[in-house]
């Protein structure tokens, strides 16, 4: 039984494998396209994979790791040279703009164990849900498992290591409420 599982797990892996592979040939194609057209073009695809049935725009090497768990609102923009890990699953609401250089993070390498290598401890997943109304200013990290309320801003170069209200803004390493939208 537990080999069955395993084998199971092992194609399960492979095939995931196999649809990277793909997606990264593709991205690296599609990142060769300039103007608003390729902001398009790129977001045909990634709308394509993502569930939503939206069309986001996507600026020049943004680049997204698994689209395919992502859940997209309508009019999302993602910025230059971000950095979009959707492995645990990414929610964005309607109308949220992404800044440049963004990292958004839905994994963390297990580290508990000082005896086994951290490469080979596993990953935990947590899924980051993005609110409707949301600007994330440039150069922000977003980590595993944290939720954006609606209207929020994240100034740029937060690290956001805690879920943030909605309509507030927050900004520093870690983030902090700064202010709130009247
Ligand atoms: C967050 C932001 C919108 C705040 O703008 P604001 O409402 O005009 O706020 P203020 O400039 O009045 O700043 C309020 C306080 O927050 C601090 N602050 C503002 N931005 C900050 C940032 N990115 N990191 C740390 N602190 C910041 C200010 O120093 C100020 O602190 P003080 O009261 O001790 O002086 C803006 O600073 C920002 O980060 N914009 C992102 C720009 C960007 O990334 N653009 C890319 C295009 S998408």
Redesign the pocket.
């Known amino acids: 039984m537990s080999s069955r599982i395993s084998f199971k797990s092992r194609i399960a892996g492979y095939l995931y494998l196999v649809a990277d592979e793909i997606w990264d040939i593709l991205e690296t194609m599609l990142s060769l396209v300039p103007t608003g057209f390729g902001c398009m073009v790129r977001g045909l695809f990634v709308g394509f994979l993502a569930k939503g049935g939206h069309v986001p725009y996507i600026r020049r090497n943004c680049h997204i790791f698994r689209p395919w768990k992502m859940k997209i609102g309508k009019n999302i923009s993602l910025?230059r040279f971000s950095s979009i890990n959707a492995v645990g699953g990414i929610e964005f609401g309607d109308n949220v703009?992404?800044?440049?250089g963004v990292m958004i993070s839905t994994l963390n390498h297990r580290f508990e164990n000082k005896k086994v290598p951290i490469v080979k401890q596993g990953a935990k997943y947590g899924k980051v849900v993005i609110g409707s109304d949301v600007?994330?200013?440039?150069?922000?990290s977003i980590m595993a498992g944290i939720n954006i309320g609606e209207g929020a801003?994240?100034?740029?170069?937060?690290v956001v290591t805690h879920h943030v209200e909605a309509y507030t803004?927050?900004?520093?390493?870690p983030a902090r409420k700064?202010?709130t939208r009247l």
């Open positions: 910025g703009r992404v800044g440049p600007w994330v200013g440039g150069n922000a801003v994240i100034a740029a170069g937060a803004v927050v900004a520093g390493v700064i202010k």
